[in-house]
Structure formats: C-alpha cells, structure tokens
C-alpha cells in the first residue's frame, strides 16, 4: 500500500492536524483520547533508529503519554470488539448467505470498501455492516468511556494513529458517526507522522521506560494484536466462533492455515460438524482475482478477508518507507510474536470487553451495540461510484 510518499499537501495537513492535537492540549476543558493501531507498534521507532526489539509498545505508550495526551489506549482493545460483532453477524447471516452463494466480506479495511464501492457495488450488501476497529474505538469512547468517566462527551478529543492514509477518510464518512455524540474520532495521524512528532518533541524513545496502556479501552488480546497482518483478522474471527459454535476454545494456534505471504490462502474448517470455508486476500489487484472467480462461480467461500495493502496494514501507506525494502512481512512477523506472548488469545475471553458488554451494551449485535458498532455502506456515496 505505498499510495502516497512525501507529498508536500500530505506534509502540510499532517502540520494542521498535529496542531489541531496541541490546541486540544492546551484547553483545560478538554480531555484528550489516543488509540494506536496494531502495525503502528511494529514500526513507530523504523525511521528513529530504534530496533523492532526495542521499540516495545510499552515505550510507545510512554512516548505518547511525553507527548501530551491525557489517556493513551490501544485500537486492539476494539479489535477484540469487532470480532464479538463481526463473528456473531457471520452466524446470524450464514444461512441467508448459503443461500445467495456468497461470502460474508470484512469491513475494517476503508481501501477496499472504497474498492468494492466503486468497483463492484453489487457486493456492497454482503460486506460485513461492523465498523472498523478505528471506529468502533472511538464510539465507545465517546459514550462508553465519557460515562466512566462522568463527562460530557463534547469534552472528549479522540485521536488515532494509524498505518493508513485512507483511515483520514473513513472517519469522516458522514453516515459512519452517531449524529448525537459527534464524531467518533476526531483526528487521524499516520504512522510517519507520529515520528515525525516524536521527532520533533525531541523524545529520546531509548531513554523511556516502559509504561502501560490505560484502563479500560487499553486492554487487548494476541487476537487483536494481529488484526494488522494479513489473514489475521480472519484468524481471530475462527478462534471465537469456534467457541460460539461448539462452546469450547480452540487450539489458538489451530488456525494458522490462513497465514501467510502468498496473495491469497483458504482453509475448509470443520466447526462443530459445520463446514466453514474462508480465504484471507491483500492488494487490490489479488482481490479483483478472487472477486471475479466468485461472480464467475468458480470458488465459494463463507467468509472472506480483503486488505488493501500488500501484506495488510503493517505494509500500510502510512507506515515508513525505506527505499527498495518491503518490510510487511517482518512487520508481521512481529505481530504474530506479540500474540503468543498475550496471555490472552481469544477476543471473547477479553475482560474489559465483557465488562463493556455487561456495563453498556448488553450482548453482541444488541440494539445499542447496532447504533454504536454497525452501520451501512450502503447508505453513503463516493464521487465515481454507481449509484441506481
Ligand atoms: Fe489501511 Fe491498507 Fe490497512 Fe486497508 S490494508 S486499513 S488501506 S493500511
């Protein structure tokens, strides 16, 4: 995903945005909200000089906190709470979706939602109707968080760091924003530009100590954490609803079928006696492959996995570049370490996700958890698209 490189009109939003960030900061009124993405983590530090070793994700809260914002939280957190939704919607719909023959697509990637809008709007309806870990991240912050906290959501300020330049799109998708609360997140920032600030607060990354995400929205598990590489978020959504199907937890690992560099890879599972057949996808031109031997009838799948990127989000257009070095498959490597380091591999099992559902939302796919974590791809236009 390298769509966009040192652009000077790029450089001069990212100096408006970050400034935006510091004018926040400085008003007492308001309170500040940072959520990082998975693949950031695995490249923050590229361009500081610092090794992937190095820069842990706990010396990247510390920066973030040296940088001014009032609470740092992790997108995983959300990760963990699209599975909930989106692998209760792919149960609910797979019969209705047996029966047209075809697949349950995912929604969190905006590059390919643009794609699939504007390229093929017939698939439009069977694109998942979860938002994005991003948005998802930021509906719950301002109604969730805000009432933890006992304030008004107009006070909260939410930010997010990003490997992904189309990630400054989706949040401003009108539709995708619960009227009431304003929007979910406020303000987007790349990867690079994160540096880019560390850089210029004069933050030595390797003299910061390791310090924890905060409660409640900072919590996520190894499923959430490889949400950035591709197949990943299709290996979470198999890990919890193989329990939601059979009641217990798989083998976290058994799933690994769906890893990989290849374009695309599929897997045929045998859930409980249900067979289940997925493919994971990354890069526009694979996924225009694939769609078109499902519309031809030449594969079937129940559920497949579009990512944009080459790789996925840790091969995002917001991440670093270093010249002739494609980094996407180390990256994701990296990810795939810190999910075996979690002691928590399966989203359902995450405790402040279930606190959330206890406290707030009631169950998945629930009415408030519809107005909050879902909306309609259909019900928005982009210049290009066909419309009816
Ligand atoms: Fe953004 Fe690329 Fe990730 Fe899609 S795959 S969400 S375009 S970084």
Request: glycine content about 10%; some cysteine.
């Amino acid at each position: 995903g390298q769509c966009i490189t040192h652009c000077p009109v790029a450089a001069l939003h990212a100096r408006e945005d970050w400034q935006g960030i510091l004018d926040k900061m400085a008003d007492p009124d308001v309170i500040t909200l940072v959520q990082v993405a998975p693949a950031v983590r695995t490249a923050w530090a590229e361009s500081l000089g610092f090794s992937r070793e190095e820069a842990t994700p706990g010396r990247m809260a510390a920066a973030l906190r040296r940088l001014g914002f009032d609470y740092v939280f992790d997108t995983i957190f959300s990760a963990d709470l699209t599975i909930m939704e989106e692998g209760s919607e792919f149960l609910s719909r797979f019969d209705s979706l047996k029966e047209d023959g075809m697949p349950m697509f995912t929604s969190c990637c905006p590059g390919w939602i643009r794609f699939v809008k504007t390229q093929y709007p017939q698939l439009v309806p069977y694109l998942s109707s979860a938002k994005s870990p991003q948005q998802m991240f930021g509906a719950v912050s301002k109604t969730y968080f805000a009432k933890v906290l006992g304030v008004d959501p107009s006070r909260l300020f939410c930010v997010s760091i990003m490997p992904c330049v189309a990630k400054k799109h989706e949040a401003d998708i009108p539709t995708i924003n619960a009227a009431e609360k304003g929007k979910d997140v406020d303000c987007v920032l790349t990867t690079r530009e994160l540096a880019r600030m560390i850089r210029a607060d004069r933050i030595v990354v390797g003299a910061l100590q390791e310090e924890p995400f905060d409660q409640p929205l900072g919590l996520g598990t190894g499923a959430g954490e490889i949400f950035g590489v591709t197949g990943g978020v299709m290996e979470a959504a198999l890990r919890s609803a193989y329990y939601l199907i059979t009641g217990k937890n798989p083998e976290p690992d058994s799933f690994r079928e769906i890893r990989g560099q290849e374009p695309w890879r599929e897997s045929e599972l045998n859930m409980g006696g249900t067979r289940v057949r997925v493919a994971a996808v990354s890069g526009l031109g694979n996924t225009r492959k694939l769609i078109e031997k499902i519309l031809r009838g030449e594969k079937h799948y129940d559920f497949v996995e579009v990512m944009a990127c080459p790789g996925g989000c840790v091969g995002g257009g917001g991440q670093p570049i270093h010249d002739g070095e494609e980094l996407a498959s180390v990256r994701g490597e990296a990810l795939y370490r810190l999910d075996k380091k979690n002691p928590l591999r399966f989203s359902h099992e995450n405790p402040c996700v279930q606190q959330l559902y206890k406290e707030y939302l009631g169950e998945p796919l629930s009415e408030k958890a519809h107005e909050l974590l879902h909306t309609d791809h259909n019900s928005w236009h982009m210049p290009g698209e066909y419309k009816e």
